[in-house]
């Protein structure tokens, strides 16, 4: 992580259940924070979050857990999320998409302090040298609720403008009765277009 | 007492090392200075006189990012009430030691890995504290004999060779041994299964140098004059308090301009 100076001081002022930083987990413009319409967190990223005790004692154990993936939706101003068993195939991350969406369908969501930034080691530095500093860059850039994985810059503003008409949220604990799974990839059975 | 902490990096720190250096300044007084991605000598003169303008500063911990420090190091280091300690720890898997020592187990000199030295001790050197223009050669004669000599270009080191030999007191070698680690290879990206392979090197072969075997010795005589006598006649009489044995001397360094300018 890059972390803005002072910001523990200004996270533990706020004094909130749970407090996070958003910041570019890829490139610069892209974030680890989805919002919902209110501004509070639906999920954030693990790499700078201050949680009060009560809350980790009260969260269900274990309290990150990578064996859920969540699938998301956006129809008719609904943003609506859904899990799916992935404790089969290897993952990466979903412990803190998990922890974000217990805290806010318990009616705690994170709430986001500030942006930072994380560091990407490019190139290891030459040994047994005076001069073997590691080649580090910093990613700081925040393209907000820009959660998405792909590079394609259509596909993004396709889900940012989708994004935008959003007024409520419904997180599901099954998989809607009209998606299925193809080859890993969840699609309407009836096949039409949507945001998924 | 206040510790300035000097913590050099090329970058990246073992978490390990980092979890190992709070342990060891839990309960005292701290501030850690950084260096991120310097060169040596840089990343070791810059954070240490930042810690130096600090007053508060009595004592400097120098830990480079990838120590392996034993719980309760510093506590130990802190008790010895000596103005320089340094701890020993391997520079190869094999166990090459990074001080060499005196017969009677002084360091000669030695790394910069864990060493803990008082404002006065460091105060006392020229300006740059450490430097890697002077490399050393070594003659081994009736002492080990060491000529300073300025080089250009590439070194690796050098700095805490030329920071050991002109201390102003000796640096004790500590009986606390360290070790170091070696990343072997970054872990995979983007997988929940990322961690890095980490080496720890504990092996340690204590490097000495040979007794120099003396039959006859100076000795300075209660008027302050100096005798050439028999070792062993001379200690009867030491214990007489009749004559003083200087302390051996085991390294030379060897006068020439170069010394002169770094001292």
């Given at each position: 992580m890059a972390l803005p100076k002072g910001i523990l001081k200004k996270m533990v002022k706020l004094n909130y259940p749970a407090v996070a930083l958003d910041y570019?987990?890829?490139?610069?413009?892209?974030s680890t924070v989805l919002h919902?319409?209110?501004?509070?967190?639906?999920?954030?990223?693990?790499?700078?979050?201050?949680?009060?005790?009560?809350?980790?004692?009260?969260?269900?154990?274990?309290?990150?857990?990578?064996?859920?993936?969540?699938?998301?939706?956006?129809?008719k101003h609904k943003l609506v999320m859904w899990p799916r068993d992935v404790s089969k195939i290897k993952t990466y991350g979903l412990h803190d998409i998990n922890f974000g969406l217990t805290m806010w369908t318990n009616g705690m969501p994170i709430m986001v302090a500030a942006p930072a930034g994380q560091r990407k080691l490019i190139a290891l530095g030459p040994k047994n040298t005076n001069n073997g500093a590691h080649i580090i860059r910093t990613i700081?850039?925040?393209?907000?609720?820009?959660?998405?994985?792909?590079?394609?810059?259509?596909?993004k503003l396709k889900w940012m403008a989708a994004l935008s008409q959003v007024k409520t949220v419904e997180i599901m604990d099954h998989i809607p009765e009209d998606i299925e799974y193809i080859e890993g990839q969840a699609h309407l059975k009836d096949g039409t277009e949507t945001i998924i | 007492?206040?510790?300035?902490?000097?913590?050099?990096?090329?970058?990246?720190?073992?978490?390990?090392?980092?979890?190992?250096?709070?342990?060891?300044?839990?309960?005292?007084?701290?501030?850690?200075?950084?260096?991120?991605?310097?060169?040596?000598?840089?990343?070791?003169?810059?954070?240490?006189?930042?810690?130096?303008k600090d007053k508060k500063n009595t004592h400097f911990f120098f830990v480079e990012d990838d120590?392996?420090?034993?719980?309760?190091?510093?506590?130990?280091?802190?008790?010895?009430?000596?103005?320089?300690?340094?701890?020993?720890?391997?520079l190869t898997k094999?166990?090459?030691?990074?001080?060499?020592r005196t017969p009677d187990g002084t360091a000669i000199y030695g790394g910069t890995g864990c060493l803990l030295?008082?404002?006065k001790f460091i105060e006392s050197y020229k300006r740059p504290i450490f430097r890697t223009d002077i490399a050393w050669d070594v003659h081994e004669g009736e002492t080990l004999e060491m000529t300073p000599r300025k080089i250009n270009g590439n070194a690796y080191g050098l700095h805490d060779i030329t920071f050991s030999l002109l201390a102003p007191n000796p640096i004790k070698a500590s009986r606390v041994r360290c070790g170091q680690r070696k990343l072997i290879e970054l872990g995979a990206q983007a997988t929940n299964t990322g961690q890095h392979d980490i080496e720890s090197w504990t092996d340690l072969k204590i490097d000495k140098l040979k007794k120099i075997k003396e039959t006859n010795k100076n000795v300075i005589l209660s008027d302050g004059t100096m005798a050439f006598m028999d070792l062993k006649r001379a200690r009867v009489l030491e214990e007489k308090g009749l004559v003083k044995i200087p302390?051996?001397?085991?390294?030379?360094?060897?006068?020439?301009?170069?010394?002169e300018e770094i001292c």
């Open positions: 570019p987990y890829k490139k610069d413009g892209d919902d319409p209110q501004g509070y967190a639906l999920y954030t990223g693990t790499g700078f979050l201050l949680v009060w005790r009560e809350v980790i004692d009260k969260m269900p154990k274990p309290i990150f857990r990578t064996d859920l993936a969540w699938d998301t939706r956006i129809q700081s850039k925040v393209g907000i609720d820009n959660i998405t994985k792909t590079d394609n810059e259509e596909e | 007492m206040r510790i300035g902490v000097i913590f050099p990096s090329r970058g990246l720190a073992f978490s390990r090392t980092c979890e190992e250096l709070l342990d060891n300044l839990e309960n005292l007084d701290y501030e850690i200075y950084f260096a991120h991605g310097l060169p040596i000598p840089e990343c070791f003169n810059r954070p240490v006189e930042a810690a130096l120590m392996i420090l034993p719980k309760n190091l510093l506590i130990k280091l802190l008790a010895e009430k000596v103005p320089a300690i340094a701890c020993d720890y391997p094999d166990g090459k030691a990074s001080i060499l030295v008082t404002r302390k051996m001397a085991y390294v030379t360094l060897m006068h020439n301009e170069v010394l």
